[in-house]
């Protein structure tokens, strides 16, 4: 509720450019680093050729398919995610659900989203990965089911390494009785550990195949201030 009166009594502007009366423009939207070209077709990394294994999932347990993203996690990205995520812009969901929608093919699947953290839970009702399974949901006409479910508090990942990233996540989630195939959606994929925590319990709850779709990726190379 908060957000929705904010929305309309502040000024808007693109959080990107400042450009008045959007969240973000058009212009901006565009500009979005893509992931495009070569990638691993399991974790989406961009590689120099298609390849089933990269560098970066090689010898790695995962317990999703594959996972695919729209944009690169760059300084741009970056400050789009945290204004959806910490100022609650909930046009931003809108936004980043158009452009992962455009660049991804979906098949049908129901969607689950990764539910949000307890400190974030505790902060505001807006929960962007939530937001944009629905979006995506709508454009692309299949369910959101609510599945998983925080079973510890887990700490933010926020500045961990992908060793602490996956002790911190271990065990997470439960989930309810899941279909046999379902899409995995989350805002960002920094190391695939909470893909991998949150596809663990569907999978223990019956999914036999989980894919994960979120709208950013981080990628080595694309260097941001803070991860989120
Ligand atoms: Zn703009
Ligand atoms: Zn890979």
Redesign the pocket.
Known sequence: MASVLLDLLLPQRCVACGFPGVQVCGTCLGALPRLRGPR?E??C?PTAWPVR??L??AGRRLAFARARSAVVYDESVRRLVHAWKDRGLRHLSAAAAVVTAEALEHDGEPLVFVPPDAERRRGRGHHPAAALARELGARWDVPVVSLLTRTSGGARQRGLTLAERRANVRGAFTAARSPPAVVLVDDVYTTGATAHAAASALRRAGARRVEVVTFARAVRGYTVTTQA
């Open positions: 691993c399991r974790c990394a294994r990269c970066e999932c």
